[in-house]
């Protein structure tokens, strides 16, 4: 028996899939356990400050634009430690204790940041701060993998987002009204946010104790069985997973390609003398359709052949960013727009989920910790990329964009597999017999 049909075996039970198997099915059937992980992500990202409002605070603060500049960029960076961290911790300790260490952590270290003496102690916080506050990310997902039965888990995932995207929106609002009081009143703000998380998680989610130590024996056992892993562990015995090393590819252009709207999009309307009223509103058209048929749209995705869901999630990026290249004229960039958004109420939930649903238990966590990391990392390089190509070629900065992203898709199509189908590729283990 392979790791992937044990995956199954530790799925809760559950109804099989059926035609009506939806948002509110699921949510219905759903564990209480995984309801508090989709409120936690909810409350995680409404309280969500610091990285909104940080520059501001530290220009507040006396420090130059560039000091606040670099603050941000650690902020990022910790963003990505903290992904490869989370998932490495999940596997070792898991979910559920990850999560409370995150959670608590983070509330200690966000307060910190109001009261460090120097620009260095004030730096490391705000490392410390994204890198621990990211740890929960892998843990969320694994636990919503292992309390979620299998067919349940892309549209588990959609509901995650959702809760996500809601507390993105409405996050900088609430954050204006609390720095209308102070910015004390701002950063206790989100460290009480993470403590109400850390509360739900105490009380909501089962100990894995038994469960992590399960993990480790299999852990043991495939690795004497599969020469793949021999002499690997942690994220070693991850990479050397070639096809996934792919996908992992295929997430980092796409998330570098992505993230253009932030940063290309409005230098190209601004340079055409179009009113930013229409990047306003571009931004405005992708939020309102992934908040309000993200979740109709997994509704039918989740039945569809991965591959399928691959080439129209990551493909429709390629095309939309195309579309901005034909002219500089708001009409280009309204449906250029809708195009790419349709990728992402179609693929978002899919390649989320992927990850979880890709490697074996014992290495869950650090399956999605890579992906993470790497769709952080793009995130975070993809605006500086983007703008200084857009300088250098104008216009024409699209057509790249259309092509990495075609890259990409391809390499997507190359590294996702079927979870389904994926123990053909993998040898039985000793701790199946």
Same mark, same amino acid.
């Given at each position: 028996?392979?790791?992937?049909?044990?995956?199954?075996?530790?799925?809760?039970?559950?109804?099989?899939?059926?035609?009506?198997?939806?948002?509110?099915?699921?949510?219905?059937?759903?564990?209480?356990?995984?309801?508090?992980?989709?409120?936690?992500?909810?409350?995680?990202?409404?309280?969500?400050?610091?990285?909104?409002?940080?520059?501001?605070?530290?220009?507040?603060?006396?420090?130059?634009?560039?000091?606040?500049?670099?603050?941000?960029?650690?902020?990022?960076?910790?963003? &990505? @430690?903290?992904?490869? /961290?989370?998932?490495? $911790?999940?596997?070792? !300790? %898991?979910?559920?204790?990850?999560? #409370? *260490?995150?959670?608590?952590?983070?509330?200690?270290?966000?307060?910190?940041?109001?009261?460090?003496?120097?620009?260095?102690?004030?730096?490391?916080?705000?490392?410390?701060?994204?890198?621990?506050?990211?740890?929960?990310?892998?843990?969320?997902?694994?636990?919503?993998?292992?309390?979620?039965?299998?067919?349940? &888990? @892309?549209?588990?995932? /959609?509901?995650?987002? $959702?809760?996500?995207? !809601? %507390?993105?929106?409405?996050?900088? #609002? *609430?954050?204006?009204?609390?720095?209308?009081?102070?910015?004390?009143?701002?950063?206790?703000?989100?460290?009480?946010?993470?403590?109400?998380?850390?509360?739900?998680?105490?009380?909501?989610?089962?100990?894995?104790?038994?469960?992590?130590?399960?993990?480790?024996?299999?852990?043991?056992?495939?690795?004497?069985?599969?020469?793949?892993?021999?002499?690997?562990?942690?994220?070693?015995?991850?990479?050397?997973?070639?096809?996934?090393?792919?996908?992992?590819?295929?997430?980092?252009?796409?998330?570098?390609?992505?993230?253009?709207?932030?940063?290309?999009?409005?230098?190209?309307?601004?340079?055409?003398?179009?009113?930013?009223?229409?990047?306003?509103?571009?931004?405005?058209?992708?939020?309102?359709?992934?908040?309000?048929?993200?979740?109709?749209?997994?509704?039918?995705?989740?039945?569809?052949?991965?591959?399928?869901?691959?080439?129209?999630?990551?493909?429709?990026?390629?095309?939309?960013?195309?579309?901005?290249?034909?002219?500089?004229?708001?009409?280009?960039?309204?449906?250029?727009?809708?195009?790419?958004?349709?990728?992402?109420?179609?693929?978002?939930?899919?390649?989320?989920?992927?990850?979880?649903?890709?490697?074996?238990?014992?290495?869950?966590?650090?399956?999605?910790?890579?992906?993470?990391?790497?769709?952080?990392?793009?995130?975070?390089?993809?605006?500086?990329?983007?703008?200084?190509?857009?300088?250098?070629?104008?216009?024409?900065?699209?057509?790249?964009?259309?092509?990495?992203?075609?890259?990409?898709?391809?390499?997507?199509?190359?590294?996702?597999?079927?979870?389904?189908?994926?123990?053909?590729?993998?040898?039985?283990?000793?701790?199946?017999?």
């Amino acid at each position: 028996m392979t790791a992937v049909v044990e995956n199954e075996k530790n799925m809760p039970p559950g109804p099989p899939a059926k035609p009506d198997d939806g948002v509110f099915v699921t949510l219905r059937e759903t564990p209480r356990a995984v309801k508090a992980l989709l409120f936690g992500g909810f409350i995680s990202r409404l309280a969500a400050f610091i990285q909104i409002y940080l520059v501001l605070f530290l220009t507040d603060r006396g420090f130059s634009a560039t000091q606040a500049g670099l603050a941000l960029g650690v902020y990022g960076a910790g963003a &990505v @430690v903290g992904s490869f /961290a989370g998932g490495s $911790l999940s596997d070792r !300790l %898991g979910a559920r204790t990850v999560t #409370l *260490i995150s959670m608590g952590g983070s509330a200690l270290l966000i307060v910190s940041i109001l009261y460090a003496p120097t620009y260095a102690l004030l730096l490391a916080a705000v490392f410390m701060v994204s890198t621990v506050g990211q740890f929960y990310r892998p843990a969320a997902q694994t636990m919503l993998t292992e309390l979620t039965p299998r067919h349940r &888990v @892309v549209m588990i995932t /959609a509901m995650y987002r $959702l809760g996500l995207n !809601l %507390g993105m929106t409405a996050a900088p #609002l *609430i954050g204006a009204a609390l720095l209308s009081v102070s910015y004390n009143a701002l950063f206790w703000g989100e460290a009480a946010a993470a403590l109400i998380f850390g509360v739900t998680v105490m009380f909501a989610l089962p100990k894995r104790a038994a469960h992590a130590a399960h993990v480790a024996e299999k852990q043991e056992a495939a690795e004497e069985a599969d020469p793949a892993t021999q002499g690997r562990s942690g994220y070693l015995a991850v990479f050397a997973d070639w096809r996934y090393s792919v996908y992992l590819l295929a997430m980092l252009l796409t998330s570098i390609v992505y993230c253009q709207y932030t940063a290309t999009l409005p230098l190209d309307i601004s340079a055409a003398g179009i009113s930013l009223w229409w990047y306003g509103a571009a931004v405005s058209l992708n939020g309102f359709i992934v908040i309000t048929c993200e979740l109709a749209m997994t509704k039918i995705v989740q039945k569809w052949p991965i591959r399928l869901t691959a080439l129209l999630g990551l493909g429709l990026v390629s095309v939309g960013y195309a579309i901005y290249a034909i002219s500089p004229l708001p009409i280009w960039f309204m449906i250029g727009t809708l195009v790419w958004t349709l990728s992402e109420i179609i693929g978002g939930p899919t390649t989320f989920a992927y990850p979880a649903l890709a490697g074996p238990e014992r290495l869950r966590g650090r399956y999605i910790g890579a992906m993470q990391s790497v769709f952080g990392l793009g995130t975070a390089i993809g605006p500086v990329i983007g703008t200084l190509v857009w300088f250098q070629v104008g216009r024409s900065v699209w057509l790249w964009a259309a092509l990495v992203s075609a890259i990409a898709t391809v390499a997507g199509l190359i590294g996702m597999r079927d979870p389904h189908k994926a123990e053909e590729s993998r040898p039985a283990t000793a701790s199946a017999t």
